[in-house]
């Protein structure tokens, strides 16, 4: 069974940083390509990064470009997002996903090309 399952969330002050982490279990997270998104209340939920089954391939939203970095560990089959320089305007709920399309090598921001969420886990940036 394919799952998801996110962590590493929490409240941090602005300027601070947090590590979040997408498990993979029922599948070997280097044949796909995996993407975080937010959801903050009131908002849809947007495309923040994305790593593709293809090496070398990511995306990064302008938002977020320069202080987020997206990676993949093989060994724990496990997709890392490093937030740093986090602002207020960062907090929301945070998901993973994974591509529908299996064959499709490059990344999008748009949730309908991803599917097998996972619940998602809360980061608060205030102080």
């Known amino acids: 069974q394919v799952q998801l399952v996110e962590s590493g969330g929490g409240l941090v002050q602005p300027g601070g940083s947090l590590r979040l982490s997408c498990a993979a279990s029922g599948f070997t997270l280097d044949y796909y390509t995996i993407g975080w998104f937010r959801q903050a209340p009131g908002k849809e939920r947007e495309g923040v990064s994305c790593i593709s089954s293809r090496a070398g391939i990511t995306y990064y939203s302008d938002s977020v470009k320069g202080r987020f970095a997206i990676s993949k560990n093989h060994a724990d089959n496990t997709v890392y997002l490093q937030m740093n320089s986090l602002k207020p305007e960062d907090t929301a709920v945070y998901y993973c996903?994974?591509?529908?399309?299996?064959?499709?090598?490059?990344?999008?921001?748009?949730?309908?090309?991803?599917?097998?969420w996972g619940q998602g886990t809360q980061v608060t940036v205030s102080s």
């Open positions: 996903a994974i591509m529908r399309n299996r064959a499709r090598t490059t990344c999008s921001d748009r949730p309908a090309d991803f599917g097998s």
